[in-house]
């Protein structure tokens, strides 16, 4: 596997990044899925998100390994918004009902926590205007960093 880009917590939350913690639902290490929930207050609001791993070993060295927008945090990390509704393919850490993508992550947060890596959530709201969707407003700010942290060589981000 590979592990990601090595980044500083400054440098992440300089761009605006907030780290959550993630609760893993079932702890059965050698499954191909796992579940879990995004922890702490998430912005109901657009925005990007990245995993974070980092050696159990030495949990200060961080290594972004995904970057993806959305046009609600709190849809991607809860499966659905503040106001009841419901989306839950578009819900990181439930493996049932999701999308390709994050079918996909999923199976590497799995495989990432088998080979001894602690994984974090760090969500960045950004504002967009009015009438603007977040996959055009936000697609040149996700490239950026996919760009910058080298993101398609770690085989999260396809491209």
């Known amino acids: 596997m590979n592990a990601g880009t090595v980044a500083s917590r400054d440098e992440l939350t300089s761009l605006g990044f907030e780290p959550h913690q993630l609760q893993f639902r079932n702890v059965d290490s050698w499954e191909p899925f796992c579940e879990w929930d995004t922890m702490g207050t998430i912005p109901n ?3 990007l998100s990245a995993f974070v791993l980092s050696p159990q070993d030495r949990p200060d060295e961080l290594r972004v390994t995904y970057v993806g927008l959305t ?3 709190w849809m991607v990390t809860k499966g659905r918004l503040p106001d009841g509704g419901s989306r839950p393919a578009q819900q ?3 493996h049932k009902y ?3 993508t994050r079918a996909r992550v999923n199976g590497l947060v799995a495989e990432a926590r088998r080979t001894g890596f602690e994984v974090t959530h760090w969500l960045s709201r950004r504002s967009i205007a009015s009438g603007e969707r977040a996959q055009v407003a936000l697609a040149v700010p996700e490239q950026g960093l996919i ?3 080298d993101l398609v060589r770690t085989g999260w981000n396809l491209g």
Do not use: Q, V
């Open 45 to 47: 609001t657009a925005g």
């Open 71 to 73: 046009d609600n945090l």
């Open 92 to 94: 990181y850490g439930r």
């Open 98 to 100: 999701a999308g390709a």
């Open 147 to 149: 760009s910058l942290w």
